[in-house]
Structures are given as structure tokens and as C-alpha cells.
């Protein structure tokens, strides 16, 4: 018997027994009644009404999909050519929940980011020397410089504990990145996010320090005394031995390279302007402020750029509008591979997506979606800017977030909305959520230890705060492995399940840079 007729009679019976109890029963073509029938916790107002995507009611849809699926596997031929150029993206707090959730942005479940695309997937472990959970900080030393550390620590070996003044002095404990692996070869290099360009995840690439904070004289000051003799992030960045030779930096912070009786924002209180010292170690070296200045920069006449577009991280996407002078992440990429092009030797570039974190870490997931979905155009127009060839693109995440998904919304159902399974306290629940964070104050009535429905307190507001279950000023990453997707040259050996660290052993192998094992060997 078929498995529609099947349904049907037990529809019938079904009816028939709840009209013989009294119960309400259902035609046969009233689907939103018998939705409710089979799913009794639906709200009174639920009107189902499934995603339609033709033929996938069908057996033979999904039977031909995954034929074309192994067809496309088994035609995939190995690249084991020399990479020229590799380019790391980074979603700063980009777990599989977010990127799960973030697919129903841009059509629906069923729909890919540009990077899921990628025909090499891994899962990367994340964890800290000393913390199961980790930061942005420790990974950032293990993807980059291929050495795990202890939370909190920026380039520097799990012998540094964290705000260790004495410890940082210690160069012995200091680890190189990849980024000046390939300087030492001869190739091109940046760093560009939309954080401060002093923040932890690009600071990986060129410094080296125990408090990620440290991100300006005044900070190290308050933990380290004046005369510490250590330098701090932005001065390791202009003067540093990795960061005094990237060819292009963008990204915000720029309060931490001026002092503050130069600059009304500025937080340094040493004197000096960092930016005024990059300019003047070259007359071809190009400070901009807008993306306007970006996009008008002649890049033939040049030498290094420093892109400094915000005092703190540059603003959501969500909040910009048309007036707004920072430029977009896709915006900033496509003038960094311009630039980096012209190198015949190739290039390492690091570009993150930094803003998906502070989204998850604010409990409001409209930001770290739109976030992610931004993240994924810069990803989609570097692919199409570069040649698969010769050119190893490597996409992943630093860590996870506390961030939930779940509730049993149907196909099609806004992910922003209230599921429409109901807990047992009866109050609704919204389909994304948070383990803990800002949002548990606002929608918990502790007094009563009731919840508040949180379909009441929504606005469809982009700063919509999400529930959490407990409470903190700051919601907490998450613990689970992370996903790597991987493109071009060498794509391969990303597969499988593998340490954080083993990320840029992998891509110096592809881009034949460092002291290990390299391909052209």
C-alpha cells in the first residue's frame, strides 16, 4: 500500500475517533486543522504552510541528487600543484549552528553560502592549552602559527600564562605565523577585518604578547607598569618585525595608535601617532579613512596601505546605511587581492569576518547572521578574483558559540520567529536562543520564575536581543569542533578531523613557506 494512502486512512480513523470522543475532527482538505491534530502544542494562530521546492515530495529528487552528488565527488581530481597565492577566511565565532541558520538568509535551508560550495571539508579541534573552550587569541596562534597556547595569549607558546609580564619579554617563548613565513619567501602580505585591526584574531599573524588587551601602551601600563619594555599590539603592527612588513592592513582601532592628546578618541599615552610614524617610513606608503579614499587609491603608485575606517570594530553591516564611509568586507577584499596581485611572487593574506562573534556575544543573532552572510560574499568574490589553480582558499572558524537552534520549526518558517512547539510552561518559544548571555534578564521574571513571551518583547529590530537560559553580561563561545572548508591547490588534505594547530602547516605545505614539509620538496 502506498505510503500516502496509508496517511490518508489514518487521517480517517483518526477523525472518526475523535469525533466519536466528541473531540473536533478534520476534513480531508483542511491541511492546517489536521496539522494541528497531529501537532496539539501548535499555537491557536499557526497556519502551516510548508517550503515549496519542486520535486522533493518526490522519491526520485532526492535519489537523483545524491547520485549527482557521488558523480561529482568521483570527477573532483586532486590539485597537487604549487600554490602561488593562499587566502585565509576567518568567521570569528562561525560555528555549524550559525552557519546552519544563517542558510535561511538567502533562500532557505536547502540553500549553500559561497563556502559550503568548496569541495574539501574538515573539522578542526579548538581547544586551549588550559581551557576546553577557547578564545579568540589562543586559536588565533594555533591557525596561524601552528602552535597551541593558553587562553588569552596572542603568539607566544603554552609556557606564557596569561598577563605574564615577565613571561612576553621572553622571545625564546615567542612562536612565528605564517604571514611572515611567507615574507621570509618573498611573497605579499595582510591582514584585513572588520574588528580592530588590533583585536585578537588578526593580531595572531603579527604579535607576539600575553593579554590579548594589550592592545595599546595604556593597557599594558595598567597591568605591566610604564616601564615594562613591553610593546603593545599597534606599536608590534607599525614597527614589529612581521607587522613593519604586511603590505596592506584594514580593519577599525584606531584610538589604539594615537594618543589621547592628539586625538579626542585617541588611548595611547605615550605621545605618539602611530599613523603619522607608518607615513613617514615611506612617501609611497597610503594611509585612508573611508571607503571612499579606498576605492580611489591608485594601487600602482603605492608601496603599503593602512586602513584605519573606525575608532572601535567598524559598525554591522545591519546598522550602515547609505551615508555610512566604511567600507563593506567584500569591499575591502577585492581591493586587497587587487593590490596583492601585482606581486609575480605571490601572497598570504588573513580576512576576517569578525563581526559574527560580537552579534552571538550580544545574544542578537539578526546581526551575526547578516554578518555571515556578509562574510560569505567576500568569499564568493575572492573565488571569482583568483584562479582555483594556483590560488588555496581556506575558510573556517576560530571557535563556536553557546548558540541553539531547534524548537521543530516547519520548512520555511522565519528562524527569527516564535517556534511552533510550545514548552511545557506554555509560554513561547523563539526557534534561536543562547545557552546564556544579556538576554536572560529580559525575558525571565525572576520574581515570579516565570518567563516572559518573547514574541511580546520582539521588535524585528536588528539589536533584538534573544533569550538565554542563564545569565551574563557576555555570552560565552562554544566548545565543538569547527568546520574547514578548503579550495585550490593541495584543498585535499583538509579533510578529516585534525587539531586547530595543524591549519597552517597545511598551507605552508600548499604555499611551500616555512620549515616544514612543503610540496615543491
Request: net charge negative; charged share 25%.
Amino acid at each position: 500500500m502506498r505510503t500516502s494512502s496509508v496517511l490518508s486512512l489514518w487521517l480517517i480513523l483518526g477523525a472518526c475517533v475523535l469525533s466519536a470522543h466528541g473531540l473536533p475532527s478534520c476534513a480531508m482538505d483542511d491541511e492546517d486543522c489536521r496539522d494541528r491534530l497531529m501537532h496539539p502544542d501548535l499555537p491557536e494562530d499557526h497556519h502551516y504552510k510548508a517550503r515549496e521546492v519542486d520535486g522533493e515530495n518526490s522519491s526520485e529528487y532526492w535519489l537523483n541528487q545524491g547520485k549527482q552528488f557521488v558523480e561529482t565527488k568521483t570527477k573532483t581530481p586532486l590539485n597537487t600543484k604549487k600554490a602561488k597565492n593562499v587566502i585565509m577566511f576567518l568567521g570569528d565565532g562561525m560555528g555549524l549552528t550559525t552557519t546552519s541558520a544563517a542558510r535561511n538568509l538567502i533562500g532557505g535551508e536547502h540553500a549553500e553560502l559561497s563556502f559550503e560550495k568548496f569541495p574539501y571539508v574538515g573539522l578542526a579541534k579548538t581547544y586551549a592549552v588550559d581551557k576546553i573552550v577557547p578564545d579568540s587569541a589562543n586559536t588565533a596562534t594555533a591557525y596561524l602559527c601552528g602552535v597551541k597556547a593558553m587562553y588569552g595569549t596572542l603568539g607566544v607558546n603554552g609556557m606564557v600564562e596569561r598577563e605574564d609580564c615577565q613571561r612576553t619579554l621572553d622571545k625564546s617563548t615567542h612562536v612565528t605565523s605564517i604571514a611572515q613565513w611567507a615574507q621570509d619567501a618573498g611573497k605579499s602580505t595582510g591582514v584585513v577585518t572588520t574588528t580592530r585591526i588590533t583585536h585578537a584574531s588578526p593580531a595572531g599573524a603579527y604579535a607576539h604578547i600575553a593579554e590579548r588587551d594589550w592592545e595599546d601602551d595604556t593597557e599594558v601600563m595598567m597591568s605591566c607598569g610604564r616601564n615594562s619594555g613591553i610593546d603593545d599590539i599597534a606599536l608590534q603592527l607599525i614597527h614589529g618585525e612581521t607587522g613593519s612588513k604586511f603590505k596592506i592592513m584594514m580593519g577599525g582601532g584606531k584610538r589604539h595608535f594615537v594618543d589621547s592628546s592628539l586625538y579626542s578618541k585617541g588611548q595611547r599615552s605615550d605621545g605618539r601617532n602611530l599613523i603619522d610614524e607608518f607615513k613617514a617610513q615611506n612617501p609611497r606608503n597610503a594611509y585612508v579613512e573611508t571607503k571612499e579614499e579606498l576605492a580611489n587609491l591608485n594601487l600602482k603608485e603605492v608601496d603599503r596601505v593602512l586602513g584605519l575606517f573606525h575608532d572601535a570594530h567598524l559598525e554591522f553591516h545591519l546598522d550602515t546605511n547609505e551615508t555610512s564611509t566604511q567600507p563593506t568586507l567584500e569591499e575591502m577584499t577585492r581591493r586587497t587581492i587587487e593590490f596583492l596581485s601585482q606581486d609575480e611572487n605571490g601572497y598570504f593574506v588573513f580576512i576576517e569576518g569578525g563581526r559574527i562573534d560580537s552579534g552571538h556575544h550580544d545574544n542578537t543573532p539578526r546581526k551575526a547572521l547578516d554578518e555571515t552572510v556578509e562574510f560569505s560574499k567576500a568569499i564568493q568574490l575572492a573565488r571569482e578574483m583568483t584562479n582555483e589553480e594556483d590560488t588555496l582558499i581556506v575558510v573556517t572558524a576560530d571557535h563556536s558559540h553557546a548558540f541553539t537552534f531547534g524548537g521543530y520549526p516547519y520548512r520555511g518558517n522565519d528562524i527569527f520567529a516564535r517556534s511552533p512547539t510550545n514548552p511545557n510552561d506554555k509560554t513561547p518559544m523563539m526557534v534561536l536562543g543562547y545557552s546564556n548571555g544579556p538576554g536572560h534578564e529580559k525575558f525571565y521574571d525572576a520574581e515570579n520564575g516565570k518567563r516572559h513571551d518573547p514574541t511580546t518583547l520582539m521588535t524585528g529590530a536588528p539589536g533584538d536581543e534573544y533569550p538565554s537560559t542563564f545569565p551574563r553580561d557576555s555570552e560565552t563561545h562554544g566548545g565543538e569542533d569547527v568546520a574547514v572548508y578548503a579550495s585550490g591547490p593541495w584543498a585535499h588534505l583538509f579533510t578529516g578531523v585534525y587539531e586547530q594547530n595543524a591549519i597552517p602547516h597545511m598551507m605552508a605545505y600548499a604555499l611551500c613557506v616555512g620549515n616544514g614539509l612543503k610540496a615543491c620538496d
